[in-house]
């Protein structure tokens, strides 16, 4: 019955794991309309609807950090002015195992995400950039080609899942050529700020995605990956 009531409404009441049942945002909105009679349920119900052409109610949105600070800032306010009547609720999400997306109705990762019961959409591609100061730059020289940054200072990331990114992959055409990005520190994705001050300083190679909001990085952009 719950599923059917989910396939009516449009939404997604209960999350179910092996743990037990949650309920979803869109389900608490839809328990809270049920207090108020049966006009409230039926405009939440509409809402819920492919074919409701004003959606409105709360909208709990997983977001990685990087995405946050990358991409959303100049994003809600559009979102806003076209969707007026939603309310956002967003919270750190790093990753799309079921414990950590409980209770969020979407989630934007960077990535590919291999849960198998979620509804996965595309919403855009970036390039990696290879970035260093103008002072580095002068000190060590400028690398003829990708290989060449084997022989230079580089900070690689260790991704949200543990694996360290220290192949750095570039193509031209139907042209590719990888370096081992090889350096004195790692550091995690959740601390990569430390990295990008580093490299402002002057003290080696950075690769940050083409989407990257601080323009002091972006303006010392070598090659693009």
Not at 90 to 116: F, Q, S, Y
Not at 169 to 179: D, L, M, N, P, V
Request: with cysteine; hydrophobic share 45%.
């Amino acid at each position: 019955m719950i599923t059917a009531l989910e396939k009516y409404l449009g939404i997604k009441i209960l999350d179910r794991t092996t743990q037990g049942l949650t309920l979803t945002a869109g389900g608490a909105n839809y328990l809270e309309s049920l207090w108020f009679g049966a006009g409230p349920a039926r405009r939440c119900g509409r809402a819920g609807s492919s074919t409701f052409s004003t959606p409105e109610g709360n909208l709990v949105v997983g977001v990685q950090h990087v995405i946050a600070r990358g991409c959303l800032t100049a994003a809600l306010p559009r979102f806003h002015v076209r969707h007026p009547d939603i309310e956002l609720d967003i919270r750190n999400v790093e990753h799309e195992a079921k414990g950590a997306v409980a209770g969020v109705d979407v989630t934007l990762v960077l990535g590919w995400p291999k849960a198998e019961d979620l509804v996965c959409r595309r919403l855009g591609a970036g390039r990696y950039m290879v970035v260093a100061s103008p002072a580095y730059w002068a000190a060590h020289g400028i690398p003829a080609r990708p290989k060449d940054l084997e022989q230079h200072v580089c900070l690689p990331i260790r991704g949200i899942d543990g694996t360290v990114m220290d192949v750095w992959t570039f193509s031209r055409g139907e042209e590719q050529e990888s370096a081992i990005a090889r350096g004195w520190l790692t550091t995690s994705h959740a601390h990569r700020d430390l990295f990008i001050e580093l490299a402002l300083a002057g003290h080696g190679v950075l690769r940050v995605l083409d989407w990257f909001n601080r323009p002091e990085v972006m303006s010392a952009v070598w090659s693009r990956s």
